[in-house]
């Protein structure tokens, strides 16, 4: 820090002032007052991948670092990495991360200098930004009435418009009522977007397409915003279709100083949410771009903002654009406005936060080359992207430098909890331009693997190879416009197959000759139940995978010098192959039919694990009939969870008539709300769970009892 002043004596006398009731000019000036101070430990009021990457700049200035952590994360990375860490509660969200008494408590007791609250969780909430700057603790982003002016839509839109940055056609009246909704839903014309107006992250937003089904879209906005931000208050705006979504990243200090860092492309989105971006946005003009980044600051200094934050902006298909949000944080996306810039944004916010003016002018700031963010989900994008959790029993990164980067909070063995966002890391790359950018997003993603838990990665490779997102055409429907060759249906190939074969072979002839005996093939392995009975001699094995519920059969005879003959059905593959091994990894080098290719590979269980150039193949070797019989799950006249979750509500108890379609059980997995609905008419007859219990997927919940017809 430049010159940094000293603050212990100013922070007792501000801890006894917090004992006053002060009003919001009070507290105001009260922020300024806090900040300039000398910030030598600061706490991270978050978890994760964003607490690790504020621990990692905070290191690198010399600032010791406190985490705070819920009983879920005790093991996690963010923990190991600070210099000092505190249990704050059990894992839901509102007994750890969102008790502001439990954060403040542990700023107070460590000696924190500053907070740092990262994104999600506190970090727009007005009220914590007041009750750090009352106890002299520096809040590290803007004052609370930017954070306030700015988390309610209606205001914001009033701000902007008066500021002179564009806003788009709609209704942001305090008469709430449906009547009056719906007619200023008809004046605007539809297709209409329902908002909350404390909303964000795709929460509380709903699109009524006709009049016809807008009270039912208007209720359920309502709902999600009552459940979201405690808040049902609605605005509506006109519906763009398949508009863009750009976003400028602006700066802030304590002296009046403002730049643009250049915009961020945040079009492609499943559920109103981000999956990938981009920096510089596509098919821009340089003269489009200074517009954008001038209105984004009019719109800062409308709020006499301080730090990071972000204008969003959305655009039509002429170019036209208009404000939508501004996000008063740091985003998840920041990175790639890093890797185009050079800058770092956590320092910045951190020597904003301590008074000192921004490093740069904006005539000094440049931006050079391209940047990609891809975020590594749990969940299963061809089931309509749904979360999910679980261990990562095996996790292998792409190599990183200077333009390929990994931001994550999780290492191998981890568990992607089911309180949480479903976030495992982001890939963020960086390449002299948007093609080269691609290409080597698409070759790093082919490298990142992951066992334990169904992921995007695969989607994301497919997403970044389709040739409208190569040709820089995307906007908010991307994904559902491009459906078809976005969830391709997906065959095991000959190849794919030869390769899984032969690795099992070789993998089992490695396991001989580490244990130098012959009757290594434990009759209890599955990679024993697929090979013959003769061994250290050339022999036909048959061996039997499972490709999902399709049994491939294979055989293949091993002959001389590391060659193989593979046949499936009429087709026969002459194989040459073998292992190399690099650490923990394992690759797979073979030559079928005179065609060269290389997988890495990992075996576990009774399943192998194949990482080829057209994706992850998983390849399971059949479990006999009597063991299967005893592996338990849910039967016909149970209704299951379909991931991992936290049992929120149940609406049934044992002798209840319901109609199928009837809400059984609400489940909460990865912050949103599911719920679970009977698959057929019946009685119930058991309900397994209650309210607060965690559940595995595909438990059963409920069971019905058996029909009298059957």
Excluded at 616 to 625: G, N, R
């Amino acid at each position: 820090m430049a010159s940094p002043l000293r603050a212990a004596t100013w922070l007792v006398h501000a801890r006894r002032r917090s004992q006053m009731k002060l009003g919001l000019k009070q507290m105001v000036c009260l922020w300024y007052s806090t900040q300039g101070k000398n910030i030598e430990k600061v706490l991270i009021a978050n978890r994760g991948e964003i607490a690790c990457r504020v621990i990692q700049t905070a290191r690198r200035l010399g600032i010791q670092t406190v985490a705070v952590y819920s009983d879920a994360d005790k093991n996690g990375l963010h923990v190991s990495m600070a210099d000092e860490s505190y249990c704050i509660g059990p894992p839901a969200s509102a007994e750890s991360y969102l008790r502001q008494d439990k954060i403040l408590d542990v700023a107070v007791r460590s000696g924190a200098h500053a907070v740092h609250p990262g994104y999600g969780f506190l970090s727009e909430n007005t009220e914590f930004a007041e009750l750090l700057h009352k106890e002299g603790i520096i809040f590290i982003g803007p004052p609370s009435s930017a954070i306030r002016d700015m988390g309610i839509k209606s205001t914001s839109k009033a701000i902007m418009s008066a500021a002179g940055v564009p806003v788009i056609e709609g209704y942001h009246g305090e008469d709430q009522s449906v009547d009056r909704l719906k007619s200023e839903g008809s004046k605007i014309g539809y297709p209409v977007m329902i908002k909350a107006v404390r909303g964000g992250g795709g929460k509380g937003m709903r699109i009524a397409m006709t009049e016809a089904e807008f009270e039912s879209q208007l209720e359920s906005a309502k709902t999600e915003g009552i459940k979201s931000f405690g808040d049902d208050v609605m605005l509506l705006e006109k519906f763009i279709e398949t508009p863009r979504h750009v976003e400028v990243q602006v700066f802030g200090d304590q002296h009046g100083n403002y730049v643009y860092l250049f915009e961020r492309d945040c079009s492609v989105q499943r559920r109103h949410q981000k999956i990938i971006e981009e920096a510089p946005a596509p098919g821009l003009t340089e003269d489009l771009r200074r517009s954008l980044g001038e209105a984004a600051v009019r719109a800062a200094q409308a709020v006499q903002y301080v730090g990071a934050g972000t204008v969003e902006f959305i655009m039509d298909k002429n170019g036209k654009f208009f404000f939508m949000e501004m996000n008063t944080r740091l985003q998840v996306e920041h990175p790639v406005t890093e890797m185009i810039t050079g800058l770092d944004l956590v320092e910045w916010q951190i020597r904003v936060a301590a008074g000192e003016k921004l490093p740069t002018l904006q005539t000094d700031l440049k931006y050079k080359g391209h940047a990609f963010e891809a975020r590594i989900y749990a969940e299963d994008p061809v089931n309509k992207f749904m979360p999910g959790a679980g261990p990562l029993l095996h996790l292998s990164t792409p190599k990183t430098d200077s333009t390929v980067r990994i931001d994550t909070g999780v290492t191998e063995g981890d568990e992607v909890s089911v309180y949480y966002d479903p976030m495992i890391a982001k890939l963020i790359i960086w390449a002299e331009d948007r093609p080269t950018a691609i290409q080597k997003m698409a070759s790093s993603l082919r490298d990142y693997h992951v066992i334990g838990l169904n992921t995007n990665i695969q989607f994301l490779a497919d997403l970044v190879r389709h040739p409208e997102f190569k040709a820089g055409n995307v906007h908010t429907d991307f994904i559902p416009q491009h459906e078809a060759d976005l969830f391709p249906i997906r065959n095991i190939t000959d190849i794919t197959l030869c390769q899984a074969a032969v690795a099992m072979v070789l993998l089992q002839q490695k396991d001989q000759r580490k244990t130098r005996v012959t009757n290594i093939l434990d009759p209890h392995s599955p990679f024993s139940q697929c090979m013959g009975t003769r061994v250290n001699h050339a022999h036909s094995r048959r061996i039997v995978l499972q490709d999902g519920n399709k049994d491939l059969v294979v055989n293949v005879s091993s002959e001389k010098n590391k060659s193989f003959t593979v046949k499936m059905m009429d087709k026969k593959y002459d194989v040459n192959g073998w292992l190399e091994e690099t650490g923990d990894k394992m690759k797979l080098i073979a030559d079928i039919n005179g065609l060269k290719s290389s997988c890495h590979l990992v075996r576990r269980d009774n399943s192998i694990h194949l990482f080829t150039s057209d994706g992850q193949h998983e390849l399971k070797i059949p479990v006999p009939k009597f063991l299967e019989a005893s592996g338990g799950g849910g039967g016909v006249d149970d209704a299951m969870a379909p991931m991992p979750g936290v049992i929120e509500k149940i609406n049934v108890t044992p002798g209840s008539e319901v109609k199928t379609g009837d809400p059984l059980v609400i489940m909460i997995a990865m912050k949103m709300e599911y719920v679970i609905r009977a698959p057929r008419d019946g009685v119930i007859e058991k309900v397994f769970f209650k309210p607060g219990d965690t559940v595995k997927k595909a438990a059963a919940l409920v069971h019905f009892k058996e029909s009298e017809e059957s």
